[in-house]
């Protein structure tokens, strides 16, 4: 069982920065941040395996930036350059194998915190 909290949500203007962050306890073999956006389907936005491994949407390469701290417990995600479009509910996500950015491949959620980024 893993369970996963988020704090860190907010509002920022574009071009800003915010910083998410995800308390997890149990064991995960990959992690990852998805978002939602009011009437779209939840997407994948950067995963992170225990080994390290990476890996990014490309409507967010180059701006946010995924990572763990060594005891697999935290789980952060930094957005700098932050577009109108970018404004979702994110969540934290965990799965007991390999990486995937397929929401339908994730069991373990979080409750979800709000990113809004006014123009």
């Known amino acids: 069982q893993v369970q996963l909290v988020e704090s860190g949500g907010g509002s920022v203007q574009s071009g800003g920065s915010l910083r998410l962050a995800c308390a997890v306890s149990?064991?995960?073999?990959?992690m990852g941040w998805f978002r939602q956006a009011p009437g779209k389907e939840r997407e994948g936005v950067a995963t992170i395996h225990r080994s390290g491994s990476v890996n990014y949407a490309d409507s967010v390469k180059g701006r946010f930036t995924i990572s763990q701290d060594n005891a697999k417990t935290t789980l952060t995600l930094q957005m700098n350059s932050l577009k109108p479009e970018d404004t979702a509910m994110y969540y934290c996500?965990?799965?007991?194998?390999?990486?995937?950015?397929?929401?339908?491949?994730?069991?373990?959620w979080g409750q979800g915190t709000q990113v809004t980024v006014s123009s």
């Open positions: 996500a965990a799965r007991a194998t390999w990486c995937s950015l397929s929401a339908d491949d994730y069991n373990y």
């Open positions: 149990g064991y995960a073999g990959c």
